[in-house]
C-alpha cells in the first residue's frame, strides 16, 4: 500500500505584519511553525508544541534563514510529478506582507537547496527529543523483559510506575496486583521460560515467546506474545499481553480447547478463576493466563 507523507513548515519573519500560525488546519500534515521576533531570536513549534533550541542549534538556524533572502518565482519551477510512495513537503514563506508558498515532491529543484536544508534541519530538532525518548525506552523494556526472564521481581518493578497496569485477554490487573500476579506465575509455573531478544524491541510493541507445562492436563504450551508498553514519567505504566486465547485453549486443553477455546463463555470462565485465585492472593491452582 503506498505511503505518502505531508510535511507543511511555516516560516514568519519579525516584519511579516502576519499573525503565527499555531495549530495545523489538516491533522494528516506535520507542521512546523518557525517564528522570528524583533530581536531576531527564532521560535519553533511542532503541531503547536513548543520545541526547545539549544544556543547552538538557534545560532545555526538563525543563519540557515537568512541565506533565504533570495528565492525564486514559484511559478518558475519545473512541474511536479509525484511517485507513489515519498513525501509532499509544502514551505511557507512570509515576510514584508506577503507569503509564498513553494511545494515539492522528492528531489528539490537546485533553486530550492537552501529552503530544503531548513525544513529537513527543523525536523531534526522537532523530532531528536522524540527519538531519544524512544532509545530510553527502548532500554526499559529491554531490562524489563530480561529481569522476566530471569524472575527478577524487583527488577522488573524498577522500571513500573506505582500506577501500573497490567492487562490480557483474560485479566486487567493494576498496582500491586500485578507484583502479586507475577509471583503466582512464577511459583505455579516452575519451568516457564520468557525469551525476548533485543531485535524484538520495536518502539512500544515488544515481541516475546513463552513455555511452559500447563499444570492440570500436563499439556506444554508455547506462545508468540506482542506487548504493548505505555510509558509516564519515564517508566512503564501499562503492559498489555495480547495473543491468540484460542489457540492457548488448544495447546492447555487439547480437544476440548480446540472445541470450545473460541468461545467468550470459556474465557469468561477462565477468566473468573484466574481472577478469584489473584484476589485471594495465594493461589493453589495452576495460573490460566498465557505466560
Not at 513548543?50 to 547552538?56: D, G, I, N
Not at 529491554?142 to 524472575?151: G, I, N
Request: proline letters at 6%; glycine letters at 6%; aromatic letters at 10%.
Amino acid at each position: 500500500m503506498p505511503i505518502t507523507q505531508f510535511y507543511h513548515v511555516v516560516i514568519t519573519f519579525a516584519d511579516a505584519g502576519m499573525p503565527p500560525v499555531v495549530a495545523a488546519a489538516d491533522t494528516s500534515e506535520q507542521l512546523y511553525q518557525l517564528v522570528e521576533n524583533t530581536a531576531h531570536q527564532w521560535t519553533v513549534w511542532e503541531q503547536g508544541q513548543l520545541v526547545t533550541l539549544t544556543e547552538a542549534q538557534q545560532t545555526q538556524l538563525a543563519r540557515m534563514l537568512a541565506a533565504l533572502a533570495s528565492l525564486p518565482d514559484p511559478t518558475t519551477l519545473p512541474p511536479i510529478t509525484p511517485g507513489a510512495d515519498g513525501s509532499w513537503t509544502t514551505v511557507d514563506v512570509r515576510r514584508s506582507g506577503n507569503q509564498v508558498r513553494y511545494r515539492w515532491w522528492g528531489p528539490l529543484p537546485t533553486s530550492l537547496q537552501a529552503l530544503g536544508a531548513v525544513t529537513e534541519y527543523v525536523r531534526q530538532i522537532a523530532d531528536g527529543p522524540r527519538q531519544e525518548a524512544a532509545r530510553q525506552q527502548a532500554l526499559i523494556a529491554q531490562h524489563y523483559f530480561a529481569c522476566l526472564a530471569t524472575r527478577d521481581l524487583p527488577g522488573m518493578l524498577a522500571h513500573c510506575h506505582p500506577n501500573i497496569v497490567y492487562q490480557n485477554r483474560f485479566v486487567e490487573l493494576n498496582g500491586k496486583q500485578v507484583a502479586t500476579l507475577w509471583r503466582t506465575v512464577w511459583r505455579e509455573l516452575p519451568d516457564l521460560r520468557g525469551i525476548c531478544r533485543d531485535s524484538d524491541i520495536r518502539g512500544s510493541i515488544v515481541y516475546w515467546q513463552v513455555t511452559y507445562t500447563y499444570p492440570p492436563t500436563g499439556r506444554r504450551v508455547e506462545l508468540q506474545i506482542s506487548a504493548a508498553l505505555t510509558f509516564a514519567d519515564g517508566l512503564i505504566i501499562r503492559h498489555s499481553d495480547r495473543f491468540n486465547a484460542h489457540n492457548w485453549a488448544r495447546q492447555a486443553y487439547g480437544v476440548i480447547g480446540q472445541a470450545f477455546g473460541g468461545w467468550r463463555l470459556f474465557e469468561r470462565w477462565v477468566a473468573a478463576r484466574l481472577q478469584a485465585r489473584i484476589a485471594a492472593g495465594a493461589p493453589d491452582e495452576p495460573d490460566l493466563r498465557a505466560h
